[in-house]
């Protein structure tokens, strides 16, 4: 009895006496041992961003510093990586010696364009491959400039929502189109609904004020593309049929835009320019991609120069840079997301029946 007894104690005491862990120091289970190395993995990927981050801005390299600056200082979420080991000021010290500088100038009055090519008919569009250093793009070349025009959403309401590019073109009838001015855009989360600047569409002034100065990009009543600084009054007056606003410019007048330093950061871009001919020149460049890094605006200016512009500017670019061609998109969208939604883009009208 007595042994039996002391059996039953045994039995009970191993019971209560918890078994040792057969995974001591490691996670039980699958998911938290992946969850472990993936936070593992997070914490060195962030090391080693940081680390090439401080390297770019502390390093022996003040180039390569300038141009990391600028080009995330273009972006709508980055901008913060600049200031992670530069100081605000610097920032700022940066942003001033790089760019295009400004100008008072303004595409004179037109006159008559210059004859084109005589075998080229005047419905003719065409869309070309776009090439430097460190970009690919696509430019399309427009050659009768009646057809090239700003299409909008119907109501810049803050509570609204733009449109997708691809919706203004269809909407417009058109044939083609580019994104066209800026619009407000906290921390890249902006609905796409409220331009910035003037928006003229058809003579009338849908944005902006009129004793406000703006950097303007349009077309006249005789066709003829305008950029340059000037108030909403300015641009009625002179007969602006469809403008919208962003910059830099960077033809007038047949002379390039003066550059200091970079010239601008890497980054995806769209241009409007347009030939002595009267031609339209619409590029866009993509960026933020290991096969086409983004060009600064000396690279667009040198583009532009290429293909004969006498008056070109720069429009919104970045994640908003996109080319709708026959009802396709024909370069790479930077956006993680997709393309953006707009307030504004330029279109291409579709070539009235019999037209030579």
């Given amino acids: 009895m007595k042994e039996l007894e002391r059996a039953l ?25 992946a969850l472990a190395m993936a936070g593992v993995f997070l914490c060195a990927l962030l090391a080693f ?7 770019i801005c502390k390093g022996p390299s003040p180039a390569a510093r300038d141009l990391f600056v600028h080009t995330v200082m273009e972006t709508s979420a980055a901008k913060f990586t600049a200031r992670i080991f530069l100081s605000a000021e610097e920032v ?3 942003l001033d010696k790089n760019g295009v500088l400004e100008t008072d ?3 004179q009055a037109g006159g008559e364009f210059e004859e084109g090519d005589a075998r080229v008919p005047k419905d003719t569009i065409e869309l070309h491959d776009v090439t430097g250093g460190s970009f690919k793009g696509k430019m399309l070349v427009v050659h009768d400039p009646s057809r090239v025009r700003v299409a909008a959403i119907a109501s810049f309401d803050p509570e609204g929502k733009g449109q997708k590019l691809e919706q203004l073109v269809a909407d417009a009838g058109a044939v083609a189109g580019i994104n066209g001015g800026g619009f407000a855009d906290e921390n890249g989360v ?8 003037l928006v003229i569409q058809q003579g009338k002034l849908r944005a902006g004020g009129m004793d406000q100065e703006y950097s303007v990009i349009g077309f006249d009543e005789s066709d003829h593309l305008v950029v340059g600084r000037m108030t909403g009054r300015e641009a009625v007056d ?4 469809d403008a919208l606003s962003f910059g ?15 010239g601008g950061g890497l980054n995806p871009r769209t241009v409007i320019g347009q030939r002595a001919d009267g031609a339209v020149l619409l590029l866009v460049i993509d960026g933020r991609q290991p096969q086409s890094l983004g060009a600064t605006y000396q690279d667009c200016i040198q583009v532009m120069q290429e293909w004969g512009a006498v008056n070109a500017a720069n429009l919104d670019g970045g994640s908003s840079t996109q080319m709708i061609y026959q009802g396709e998109t024909v370069n790479v969208c930077a956006s993680l997301y997709g393309p953006r939604n707009l ?3 330029f279109v291409v009208d579709q070539a009235e029946e019999g037209q030579e």
């Fill in 9 to 33: 104690n045994t039995e009970q005491t191993s019971a209560q006496t918890p078994a040792a862990p057969r995974w001591r120091g490691r996670p039980r289970h699958p998911v938290l041992r």
């Fill in 49 to 55: 961003l940081l680390g090439a981050i401080y390297i």
């Fill in 92 to 94: 700022q010290a940066i």
């Fill in 105 to 107: 100038e303004v595409t």
């Fill in 190 to 197: 902006g609905s796409g609904s409220v331009p910035l600047g």
């Fill in 238 to 241: 002179r007969g602006l049929r």
């Fill in 248 to 262: 830099p410019a960077f033809i007038i007048n047949g002379e390039a835009a003066e550059i200091s330093g970079t």
């Fill in 343 to 345: 307030p504004t883009a």
